[in-house]
């Protein structure tokens, strides 16, 4: 049971264009969603957060989006840049057991010159 | 801030062989511990996590086991390791309550 779901395993985008990636999940418990980037043969590093309470959450080049209602978030990168080509993890986790992410399948983004 | 420094990077092992990955943290006391592995089109999924020494919970049955035999050390182990055991393993730690985690570099795995 794939409580939350990354549909897009790939993703290709123009440097100085906008990327979207997107996440849904399934489970209503969850409260706070986490976005990571990974490199290949590397720890994913943690890039943005976003709490329950807000619809959307800005860091830089970096936005995400929350609909609770349609159990929806999306990231957005503007401008990307090919140094953000990595696969993305969005992350869920719900109630009192921080720390126990659940994770998506992860999209690759490349981004090209 | 946080560090999680985790070992071996590569591993190479036979069917039937024993597994110990070791992951030591720094930079924190008391943090929870996670080991989770990377398979492909299924993400990260947690296998066990740690809320202090000698505390592990399990999230899927398996082959693996895991310790913590102080505060800032996480292994992960098996007596004998299966083919299915190979994939890439990360441990994590967290200190806060925003659910934010902070990985290792990753140890890859490859049973033959």
């Known amino acids: 049971d794939q409580q939350v779901k990354q549909n897009s395993p790939s993703l290709s985008v123009q440097e100085g264009r906008i990327s979207i990636l997107n996440c849904d999940y399934t489970?209503?418990?969850?409260?706070?969603f986490l976005w990571y980037k990974k490199y290949p043969a590397e720890g994913p590093t943690f890039l943005i957060s976003?709490?329950?309470?807000?619809d959307k959450n800005e860091d830089g080049r970096f936005t995400v989006f929350l609909n609770k209602s349609a159990k929806h978030l999306s990231l957005h990168i503007v401008p990307s840049q090919p140094g953000d080509s990595a696969v993305y993890f969005c992350?869920?986790?719900?109630?009192?057991?921080?720390?126990?992410?659940?994770f998506g399948q992860g999209t690759i983004l490349t981004v090209h010159p | 801030s946080q560090t999680i420094h985790q070992w071996p990077a590569t591993l190479v092992q036979p069917v039937g062989s024993p597994l110990s990955l070791e992951c030591t943290v720094e930079?924190?006391?008391?943090?929870?511990l996670y080991w989770y592995r990377q398979a492909a089109g299924r993400g990260l999924q947690l296998l066990f996590y740690?809320?202090?020494?000698?505390?592990i919970s399990s999230e899927v049955p398996q082959n693996l086991s895991a310790s913590r035999p102080q505060d800032r050390q996480f292994i992960l182990s098996s007596k004998k390791l299966l083919l299915s055991d190979s994939g890439f393993y990360l441990c994590a730690g967290a200190q806060s309550n925003t659910g934010e985690l902070f990985f290792g570099e990753g140890s890859r795995l490859t049973v033959l």
């Open positions: 976003i709490s329950s309470i807000k």
């Open positions: 992350a869920a986790t719900g109630g009192t057991s921080y720390g126990k992410l659940t």
């Open positions: 740690s809320v202090g020494i000698g505390q």
């Open positions: 930079g924190t006391s008391n943090p929870n």
């Open positions: 489970n209503s418990m969850f409260d706070y």
